[in-house]
């Protein structure tokens, strides 16, 4: 079992930054693909990045490419979300996901997620 807990979201303008963190449970952290998805109002799910066991590679959703960077520290059991240059579009509940043995780049992929964390763009 693999608890995770996303901080770091909250309100931000346009064009700032903030660095969400994912605290993962467990002696396995290591084992696990970790990635970020978000869930607008009314909108599905959607991948924004994932990296692998080792950190050595990373995946982003195009809309997040050049702005969000994704990494881990494994010693410390934690996922990190750099996000700049942020847009009233990044608005959304920021969800962590673990996928064992994978980088998880679809949401069926995953089998944890955390409670999620509000970002809210202002214009």
């Known amino acids: 079992q693999v608890q995770l807990v996303e901080s770091g979201g909250g309100l931000v303008q346009v064009g700032g930054s903030l660095r969400l963190s994912c605290a993962a449970s467990?002696?396995?952290?290591?084992?696990?693909?970790m990635g970020w998805f978000r869930q607008a109002p009314g909108k599905e799910r959607e991948f924004v990045a994932a990296i692998s066991l080792r950190g050595d590679n990373t995946y982003y959703a195009d809309s997040v490419k050049g702005r969000f960077t994704i990494s881990r520290d494994n010693a410390k059991n934690t996922v990190y979300l750099q996000m700049n240059s942020l847009k009233p579009e990044d608005t959304a509940v920021y969800y962590c996901?673990?996928?064992?043995?994978?980088?998880?780049?679809?949401?069926?992929?995953?089998?944890?997620w955390g409670q999620g964390t509000q970002v809210t763009v202002s214009s």
């Open positions: 467990g002696r396995t952290f290591s084992s696990y693909g």
């Open positions: 996901a673990a996928a064992r043995f994978r980088s998880p780049v679809i949401a069926s992929m995953a089998n944890y």
